[in-house]
């Protein structure tokens, strides 16, 4: 089973429409489903992202074949052009840098409001609490953070409209992608 956790319903609309998403209600979360996957929407930030993360891994059983997989937009330097999609293979959150299972080389900072201005190189507002979920379940041995750029520290240009389409412009190298991974 594939658990995809993302921040914003736009985020996940674009999973929903692909694969004719069922809603449902997981606790206070939304939920979107299907034989193949699961999708919850947790909200913005570090805590709802850890909340909804940590609601599926109580909710369900885990076995070695499952994915977790946090994906969302981020906001990224002018050396990544928009709509990129960037495998996560750090992070760090209040000063600590935290290795991934990935061999990617790129670092994401986890910020607790919005980056205006490019003091980094990749920022969202999630990936942290999903990573701390995660980590703190042994069970869970296959787990990725993928983000999709949406723009150059300028979050007032988002849209959900951009947001959908971003994401949904990437879903078939999220699948390529997460074929590779598979344990």
């Keep these: 089973m594939l658990y995809i956790v993302t921040a914003l319903k736009s985020e996940a609309q674009a999973f929903v429409d692909r694969y ?9 979360f939304s939920v979107f489903y299907n034989e ?6 947790s909200g913005i930030g570090v805590t709802n992202s850890a909340h ?4 599926f891994i109580n909710q369900y059983d ?5 994915i977790y997989l ?19 293979g750090n992070l760090t959150y209040n000063t600590n840098t935290l290795a991934l299972q990935s061999s990617s080389d790129i670092t994401l900072t986890c910020l607790d409001e919005e980056a205006n201005n490019d003091l980094f190189d ?27 750029v949406s ?8 849209t959900k409209e951009l947001t959908k389409s971003l994401i949904f412009n990437v879903i078939d190298d999220i699948n390529f992608i997460l074929k590779t991974k598979v344990n």
Excluded: R, W
Excluded at 20 to 28: A, N, Q, V
Excluded at 62 to 66: A, V
Excluded at 70 to 88: P, R, V
């Design 20 to 28: 004719k998403l069922t809603k449902t209600k997981l606790s206070e």
């Design 151 to 158: 723009d150059h520290f300028e979050p007032q240009t988002i």
């Design 122 to 148: 990749i920022v969202d507002m999630e990936s942290f609490g999903f990573y701390d979920a995660v980590i703190h379940s042994p069970a869970i041995k296959n787990y990725h953070i993928l983000k999709v």
């Design 70 to 88: 946090n994906i969302g937009i981020c906001g990224a330097s002018n050396k990544y052009q928009l709509g990129t999609l960037l495998e996560i």
């Design 36 to 41: 193949n996957m699961k999708l919850i929407v």
């Design 62 to 66: 885990i076995t070695d074949e499952d």
């Design 52 to 55: 909804a993360t940590q609601a």
